[in-house]
């Protein structure tokens, strides 16, 4: 299908066609430019590539799958019981932030945040696991937490809480 959303648009023109029939010759002009977006699939043995190409340095690396970069550390965020049982009567929800500060040079903070409301509840129970990567960081273990109620009424407790 041509991308009408940038331009590129066909035209069929009728007459051209049966005079090519006439004729019985057909010149095609290639300078076009259109994309055509369709799926493919590409399908290979790995062993053949790697064969291709295991003396070429800038193709082929080591990995180290036991460095502490590749490795996970999981964070369970559990509901209590009793606020479980106030949901959708006292409290709307409860979304607990998550942030994984960094100490390596160039790398990223982690942050994720997790919302308890009567549907998730019902869905996945009172425990959500999340999921971060140690990376290259000195103290993978050590994360910080935020934790924000929405009341019945509209309240937001605590208010504006910008603390970890």
């Not at 053949?48 to 970069?69: A, E, H, M």
């Not at 998550?98 to 997790?114: C, L, P």
């Not at 919302?115 to 129970?125: C, H, P, Q, Y």
């Amino acid at each position: 299908m041509p991308d009408i959303k940038h331009g590129d648009s066909y035209t069929f023109k009728r007459e051209i066609q049966e005079i090519v029939k006439q004729k019985k010759i057909q010149i095609f002009d290639l300078s076009y430019a259109m994309a055509v977006k369709r799926s493919h699939q590409l399908t290979e043995n790995l062993a053949s590539w790697y064969n291709q190409t295991k003396d070429n340095p800038k193709c082929v690396g080591i990995v180290n799958l036991s460095d502490p970069f590749f490795l996970y550390r999981d964070i369970n965020v559990i509901l209590d019981i009793e606020a479980e049982e106030m949901m959708g009567k006292e409290v709307n929800y409860v979304t607990v932030n998550i942030r994984k500060k960094r100490s390596g040079e160039g790398s990223f903070d982690f942050q994720q945040d997790v919302t308890f409301d009567r549907k998730t509840l019902e869905k996945e129970g009172n425990r959500v696991t999340v999921t971060y990567s140690k990376a290259q960081d000195a103290s993978p273990e050590l994360y910080e937490y935020k934790v924000q109620w929405s009341l019945r009424g509209g309240l937001v407790f605590p208010p504006n809480d910008t603390t970890w």
